[in-house]
Every structure is written in C-alpha cells, then in structure tokens.
C-alpha cells in the first residue's frame, strides 16, 4: 500500500470496513427480495454506490487488488443498474463472493492475514465475463413529455435510466416544486421520500435556485408513479409542495423531445422547451418568501437566526472513533478507580480518628460524590464501546448463503436477538468462532436433503443464532436440527487415539462425553469431524472462546440437533472483582462469575475420586484450593475456617478455598509477561491502589479444569 | 483566506483532498470547507461565497451535476470556480459536468499533485470572493 499517515490509513481502513458491511447488508437484502416482484432499484443503486466509493477509496490509497475488483463489480453493477444486465443467481453469486474478497484483501492490506489472494485473477475474470455479455441499450419506446431540458441536463447516467425505464413501464412523469427549510430538510425529506416510496419512484432533486434565501431552498422533484395527480396531491402535496403531472407531448409536435435518448445532445444553451416557459400557465406558482407565505408558521428572528446556526451542522451526527482511544480512556478511569480507593481508605482512616471527625464526614461526602461521578463516566465510556451482535450476525448470514451453496444444501438461518449489544472487541474476536461453528454445522451437521426426507425431516435445514443478555453476560447459541452428535464413535476414536483410557470410558457421562468435541487431538482431525458430525477444529474455537473470559457448553441429541451455547462477559475493559487472600497473597476474582462466598465448613467436606467436595444446600460442589493449585508456600498462620467463593459459568459450578475475603473492587486487568502467559488460570494482573499487585484469578479457566481435568497445561504449576 | 467547499460523500476522500491541498503553494493556505452530501452543499453554499467548488458527481439526492447547475444559475455563487470529481467510468456525467459549467474535472483516482496544481491554475488571477 502507498505511504500515507497512520491517520488516514486507519480512516481508510474503517470506512473501508463500515462500507462493506452495509453492502453485504444490501446484497442479503437484495437475494431475499429475488424473486417476490421487481428488483428495488434503490437498493441495486446503492449497491453500485458502496462499490464505487470503495474504487475511488482504494485508488486514493493505492490499494491495487482492492480496485482492480471494484472495478470489475462496478462494471457489473453498473450494467445490473442501467438493466443491461438480468440479477440471476449467478450474478448475485459473484457479488457475494467479491464482498468476501474485499474482506480478505482488507485484512491483508491492514497486515492481519497473510492470503497469497491467488484466486482473485481468476475471480475478476468471471465478473468481466458477466458484464461483457450485457446486450446493447433497448431501443427507446418512444413516449414524449414536456421536460424542462435544464432538468434533462443535469440527469446522471444512472438517473436517465431510471426515467426511461419508468416510461417504458407506462408511468406518468410527475413534478413535485417543494420549498424545504434548510434547518430540517434531512427529516422533511425522508419523510417525503417514505411517503412516495410506495407509489412510485423519484428519480432526481434539483435545486431550482429561484427565491434561494439562506434558510430555505426550492427543490424540483421529477416523479415516476402510476398513482393518479388527485393521490399523489393528497398524499404529498400540502401547502409547501405544488405537484403538476409533466404532460406528454404528441409525437406530430414540432421540436419533440424524445425521453432521454436525446438528452446527449441537449445543454442549457438551448431554446427552453415549453414545460418551463412556454406554457407558464400549467407551471406551479412560486411560492413566495417563506417569512411572507401566508399560513407559514410565524418565525421570529431568533428562530431563524438558530436556524441558521443549524444548517452549518453536517448531516450526520455520529463520529468514528478508533477503539484504542476509548481503550486509553477507560485506562484513565481505572487510574481513577484506583485513586478512588486510596482515597476511600484515607477517608476511614480520618473518619476513624475523633478530632478530626468534622472533616472525615465532609470526605465522606465528597467521596461518594466522586464515585457516583466515576462510575457514570465508567458507564457512558462502556456504552459507547457496545455494538449491536447484529452487525456480526449479517456477517454470518453471508457465510451460510455461502457455504450451503456450496455444499449443495438448503439451510434456513434464524436469527434472534441481533440487537443484543457487546463490547465492539469481543463482536471482533468473536467473528472467528462463529463463523467455523456455522461452517461445521453446515458441512458436517445438516444432513443431505435425500438424508434428511428418509428420516422425515424438513428438506431444508434449519440454523439457529440467538443472543440475550443474562445478567452481565451474554449468551449466544449456535443451534442446527441437523444429525446431532455421535457419542459412541467419538468415544472410540479418543480412545483409538489413546486420549481416553478403555476403563475410563464407563464413568464418562453424557457430558463428558459431548465435551470430547473440544479436545484438540480429537477434533482437529477431519475425519472424525464427519464421523461424528461435528467437531473440526472446535479446540480453537473454545481457546479463543476462552480468552475473551467466556465458556462454550454444547448439548447434542443423536438425530435432532446439536447446540452450542457460548456465555462471554459484556466488555472486557473493567471488571467488579472480589478481591481475597490466600496465604498472604492478594487475588482477584472477576465478580461476574461470584455466585456467593461461604465459610467452609468442615464436616460438609468430603473426597470423590481424588476431587475435594462439600455439600451446598443438598447440591455437590467441587472444591480447588487455591493454596494447593498454585503451590503456595505457607505464611505460618493457618486459617482454621477457610471461605468458599462459588464462581460459576454457565451450569458449572466451583468452590475456591480462600482465607479472607477483603472486598470488592473495581479492577483493570492488564496483560501478564511472557513468563505467566502460559499458565492457565490467570486472567492478568491488577493493580489494587496500595502498591499492591494483585494476580487476577480466571473463573471459566479454573471451572474447566476442575472439570475435565487434565488438558494440554498445568494450571499454576510455575507460580509460587 | 480563499475558501474551498470540497463536497464528498466519502470521508476518506474528504481528508485525501484535504491533506493534498493543506499547504496550498503561493495562494494557501486555504480555508476548506468540507460538505458530506449535495444537501450539506446546498446547506453550507449561503455561508460563502466560496473561491472554489470541488465537487463528486455521484452521490445520492442532489448529485454533483445538480449542485454545478445551481451554483452556475445562481446571482450569488456565478463567479465561483468550480472543479468535479468522477471516476473514469463515468464518461458521460464528466462531459455534462463540463457543458453545465464546470471549469474541470478529475479523474479519480485523484492524483494529489494535479489536485493543487489545477486549483492554482483555476485560483490564480481570479479575484478572491470574499
């Protein structure tokens, strides 16, 4: 890519990727209107759009592969748009596949992916093919109106096709002379166009530059529609908007215009045609002033003069922010928090001593002033960082469109829930993992369509994602109708593979056996990926699962289906942790996975298989001893009534044995060194305020283990 | 200071042309103005006069042809210079461009050098607009 500024690059980047999605949005909207009536133009247009701004994008940043291809989709969407061209499947095929390159190319670009895109070249051929076998413009049917050629002149291409299409289908040319009030004219004008969406189309707006007044402007509004003068008069005409049906001209006229085909050779400089001046009478008054109109609302010179002030805002009332800042900013706040809680200490100190007690509640006071403040900051600076799942959901519907196409499969997605938010880095790393455990539901689950009719189910596959927040979680799950999972073949392969131990195979339960899919000698062979239909490379996708501080659970009957079930935590940058000690070592345990801290108590304990257990409330729960995992050396002082702190994820529960619990706390966690990364069961390190460091102990880590035992790394074996 | 009104929907693009005509050789620098659609144009034109318009073709509502016709009809913006932008492509929306008025056009995509050199030569010995 050429040299530019880090800045400009990240802008590319970001309206790159902002432009991409809302085209694979329109494309998925597009292929579900094919074939229910005719293509909506406005959508192909803006199809074209996002495909245009892309090639001037990517020639300004000198992104060769990236323009090549919107060259190439921009022929084709061009001829798609201008009609020379039919939308069949394998056109819309093709558009799908480009979005997918342009993702690939883009991450290549950024550096994030090594992609040699050697399969490009031959992608761009297929478009060229496509847009080369477009048949010549259609003669014109020759109707005739009375346009003004000012207007004529101004058409783009694209506009003069819209308008000859539309007189080609028999409707009548309409010209709406609307007044807007600069001010307002966004939210006029959309509620104009929702208006007249259904009864036609607008092919184009010109500003008539006649009575300009700096807080108003007139616009023409050439309409093609098959509604009567009287509907439309009713439907849109008011007191700021005069419409005139444009009357045909009989083809025996002199100086006829021809309707557009002519238009080429057409400037301003000629002769006005009669719509705009030569029948003056069936032209639409002009409508004064707007101060003078009788009926405008009265303005007075503040209003106009904020109305004014107004008009110089851009259109749109968003900003694009790079993730990092709001990282540095949330940073800041858990500097915050951590001054907070020095200063909380401070003031119970100074609360505590009598002679200065005055002072300590006016500390008090403040303090909690300065809480409540930070905690709204913490919040407004978390819900900035939130994005609806949705924007990855439409990212996975291309996906299965994709993939069941090629696997020669009809599946059928249902999404629930896309408007569930989730921290903009999590919606980033989650992309991954869901999009292969769609890929495997598809090629390995759902079941061929002669399959699926002999054991009388639905011919077309049914694919499941649905989102919800579950107190300061989320959950998302991936569920297919497709052969549910085999669990006796996936017993025999760990075992063949020697993962699992012939005598050992009698205790596993149902779910221990379901959970075989994720270990990583298991799953990433193929093979058993179709044995047991499900399963390749679901290792990673639990690591990855894993790192964002979430579980994936999965539930799978032989025959009906299989579900995954991910639980992630909303936002990774702050977390409440209960902060405790063990051997007179600080760690912190994030609160979102705290269900209660107990005192242990010595006569529910007992040992099942080598794993310490107590009964809660008629309930076993699995003890880990923190000072045993992590081999810790002991002070001297033994804590005869040690608490549990129950965290849990997803139905998993577990019992931490702590010594003392000091509280909770609002904590930042920061990465480890190299030399504690490799150990599980560490989430990262905080910082507590008092100089001290806390280790920040990983709840779903510990679970696992405790669980499954065993695994690829010792939990804490190089901590002590 | 001579003022640009630069009318792009495209951000990206909005900087790029920003960032090539920043400094603004012998005449800069320039005050720029930028608009993100023909609406925003029409918007932010009753703020001028501008010294120039560099305006895009294609953008949605009001397109870029629209935008040079009333600049061209209006008493206020006549004398403003007035540049478009398209993409190669777009062959016929250029030469409409031109005969509605426009004193030039680029291709895109743009080359920042023949950017500021075209601005100079449309700015230079042109009375500043106010």
């Keep these: 890519m050429a040299d530019m500024g880090d800045k400009a690059r990240e802008e590319f980047f970001s309206e790159a990727h902002e432009i991409i999605e809302g085209l ?17 133009p406005e959508l192909v247009n803006n199809i074209f759009r996002a495909v245009h701004t892309l090639k001037g994008l990517a020639g300004l940043f ?48 950024k550096g994030t992916r090594s992609d040699p895109l050697s399969d490009i070249d031959e992608f761009l051929r297929e478009l060229a093919d496509l847009s080369e076998s477009q048949s010549d413009d259609a003669p014109i049917s ?42 307002t004219i966004d939210a006029a004008l959309s509620t104009l166009k929702t208006k007249a969406k259904p009864h036609g189309e607008i092919i184009t707006y010109l500003p008539t530059g006649e009575g300009a007044e700096a807080d108003s402007i007139e616009l023409d509004i050439l309409m093609a529609s098959k509604a009567s003068l009287d509907v439309l008069r009713s439907l849109l005409g008011g007191e700021q908007a005069q419409i005139e049906e444009v009357p045909r001209r009989s083809p025996s006229a002199k100086d006829p215009v021809l309707v557009p085909s002519r238009l080429g050779s057409h400037g301003p400089s000629h002769d006005p045609l009669p719509y705009a001046s030569a029948h003056p009478a069936s032209a639409p008054p002009r409508p004064k002033a707007v101060a003078q109109r009788p009926g405008a609302l009265p303005k007075t010179a503040s209003t106009a003069a904020m109305a004014a002030e107004v008009s110089l805002r851009s259109v749109t009332q968003t900003v694009r922010v790079d993730i990092r800042k709001l990282d540095l900013l949330m940073n800041i706040v858990g500097e915050l928090s951590i001054v907070r809680n020095a200063i909380g200490r401070l ?69 629930t829930g896309a408007e569930t938010e989730v921290d903009k880095l999590i919606v980033e790393e989650l992309s991954d993992p869901l999009m292969h455990m769609i890929r495997n539901a598809i090629d390995h689950a759902i079941e061929a369509r002669i399959e699926r ?12 994602l649905n989102a919800f927040q579950k107190a300061s979680h989320v959950v998302i799950e991936v569920e297919d109708d497709g052969k549910g999972i085999d669990e006796s073949k996936l017993v025999s392969a760990a075992v063949k593979r020697g993962l699992l131990a012939q005598e050992e195979v009698t205790e596993l339960v149902h779910r221990e056996v379901l959970n075989l899919v994720f270990i990583p000698g298991l799953s990433t062979k193929s093979d058993v990926g179709e044995l047991s239909g499900r399963g390749v490379g679901m290792d990673v996708v639990k690591t990855n699962i894993g790192k964002l501080g979430g579980i994936i659970d999965i539930y799978s009957e032989r025959g009906i289906g299989t579900k995954f079930t991910v639980t992630l935590p909303i936002t990774l940058a702050i977390i409440s942790a209960l902060i405790v ?26 040992r099942v298989e080598g794993q310490e257990m107590m009964t809660l409330r008629g309930a076993t729960l699995p003890l880990c001893r923190i000072n045993e995992l992590f081999a810790l050396s002991s002070v001297g002082k033994t804590k005869t009534r040690p608490y549990a702190v129950v965290v849990s994820v997803g139905a998993r529960r577990l019992g931490l044995v702590v010594d ?41 880590a510990l679970i696992e283990e405790a669980f499954l035992g065993g695994g690829d790394a010792v939990v804490g074996a190089s901590y002590g | 200071m001579r003022r ?18 920043e400094d603004g050789g012998d005449l800069g620098p320039f005050d720029i103005v930028e608009a993100t659609s023909g609406f925003d144009a029409l918007r932010l034109l009753p703020r001028g006069p501008y010294d120039l318009v560099i305006t895009d073709i294609n953008m949605p509502d009001i397109n870029g042809l629209e935008l040079v016709q009333f600049i061209r009809k209006s008493d206020r913006h006549r004398s403003t210079a007035l540049i478009i932008i398209s993409t190669q492509s777009s062959e016929k929306d250029r030469a409409r461009g031109l005969s509605l008025g426009a004193d030039d056009y680029l291709a895109k995509p743009l080359d920042p050098e023949a950017l500021l050199s075209t601005v100079q030569r449309l700015l230079t010995n042109r009375p500043a607009a106010g």
Excluded: C
């Design chain 1, 581 to 606: 000690q063990v051997e007179g070592r600080t760690f912190a345990v994030p609160l979102a996975s705290v269900q209660e801290a107990i005192w242990l108590d010595p006569a529910a304990l007992r």
């Design chain 1, 62 to 109: 000198g992104a060769a592969r990236m323009s090549a291809l919107s060259h190439e989709l921009e022929n084709v969407l061009d001829d798609l748009r201008l009609g020379k061209i039919e939308l069949s499947q394998a056109a819309l095929d093709l558009l799908f596949r480009g979005v997918t390159i342009y993702g690939r190319i883009l991450a290549v670009e």
């Design chain 1, 347 to 415: 003031t119970e100190s100074v609360r505590k001593s009598p002679e200065l007690r005055e002072i300590g509640m006016e500390l008090y006071r403040l303090h909690r002033g300065f809480e409540r403040q930070l905690a709204d900051l913490q919040s407004g600076i978390l819900e900035v960082r939130m994005v609806p799942l949705g924007q990855l959901f439409d990212k996975l519907a291309r996906v299965v469109r994709q993939i069941s196409r090629e696997a020669d499969k009809d599946v059928n997605l249902v999404i």
């Design chain 1, 453 to 464: 009719e002999r054991v009388g189910k639905p011919a077309v596959g049914t694919i499941a």
């Design chain 2, 4 to 21: 640009i009104l630069v009318v792009e929907d495209s951000a990206a693009t909005r900087s790029f042309v920003r960032s090539a005509l």
């Design chain 1, 142 to 183: 020759g109707a005739f109106y009375e346009l003004d050629p000012g207007l004529l002149a101004v058409l783009t291409e694209y506009e003069e096709h819209r308008l000859r299409t539309n007189i080609e289908q028999g409707q009548s040319l309409f010209r709406l002379r609307v007044r807007f009030e600069l001010a």
């Design chain 1, 660 to 700: 003392e619990l000091i509280g909770q706390q609002d904590i930042v966690i920061k990465p480890l060194g190299p030399s504690l990364k490799r150990v599980k069961g560490f989430a990262g390190a905080t910082e507590l305020g008092d100089q001290r460091v806390a280790l920040v102990l990983d709840a779903p």
């Design chain 1, 24 to 40: 694979s949005r329109d494309l998925l909207q597009l292929d579900s209107s094919r074939g229910k009536g005719p293509v909506d």
